[in-house]
């Protein structure tokens, strides 16, 4: 797909979604160990996870698992007893669960005050909002494509509603790869360490501890990791 084009469609489902997942809201408790959260990201309901992760200002460990993956759909199925997506792993707590309306009421209970915002609650707005952002986005990490898998995983700093950031995600997705996904949406207390980190406040920005890059632009970082782990044959 034509540059301008990928982005200007991505915008558009970021604007379908009113802006969820662009700004920290109230938080709660911090976690001591990192969430993991199996899903992938065409799914509308692992969005609404996502977005959710982005307000409460949450990492996560994503093990993505688009349609066709080898790689943590069978490795779900094994711990949870179903491919369904999401499911979440809460270490701080031990709890574990799938369907995305429990796991965003657990999120806000557990890390924030408590009250789920209007577009994340059970319902019709919320429902079809979040099937209209994933169908502007057909196709867009959705089924999985041949990789390598790296030795440890990704780190990508994101915030779910960004339209750029979404692009890199999307790829991290298809090619399966394991990423440390860490939440700076707007009002995020962490901008200023990963400023600090990074020398100014853009995402999306990639780092790979496995060959020691680090990047701006949602352009360079998919021409990055389907170079790097693109194609299992080369």
Excluded at 32 to 44: R, T
Excluded at 156 to 184: G, K, M, Q
Aim: net charge neutral; glycine share 8%.
């Amino acid at each position: 797909m034509v540059r301008t084009l990928d982005v200007a469609i991505s915008f558009l489902s970021t604007i379908s979604r009113a802006g969820s997942g662009v700004s920290v809201g109230v938080l709660g408790k911090r976690p001591a160990q990192l969430l993991e959260l199996y899903e992938f990201e065409a799914c509308p309901y692992c969005r609404k996870v996502r977005e959710a992760l982005t307000i409460l200002d949450l990492d996560a460990l994503v093990r993505p698992c688009p349609k066709g993956g080898t790689r943590f759909r069978p490795e779900l199925e094994q711990r949870g007893g179903k491919q369904q997506f999401p499911y979440l792993v809460d270490p701080n707590t031990g709890k574990e669960m799938y369907e995305s309306d429990d796991i965003v009421s657990y999120l806000f209970e557990t890390y924030g005050d408590g009250r789920v915002p209007a577009l994340l609650a059970p319902g019709l707005l919320g429902q079809a909002t979040l099937g209209l952002a994933s169908a502007l986005r057909p196709g867009h990490g959705l089924r999985a494509m041949p990789s390598r898998a790296p030795a440890e995983p990704l780190d990508l700093w994101s915030f779910e509603s960004s339209p750029f950031c979404r692009i890199a995600r999307e790829t991290l997705c298809s090619l399966e790869l394991p990423y440390r996904l860490h939440n700076v949406g707007k009002g995020s207390p962490r901008r200023e360490a990963f400023v600090s980190r990074s020398g100014k406040m853009m995402v999306p920005y990639l780092a790979d501890s496995n060959t020691g890059a680090e990047m701006f632009e949602s352009a360079d970082i998919v021409q990055y990791l389907e170079r790097t782990y693109g194609d299992a044959e080369r």
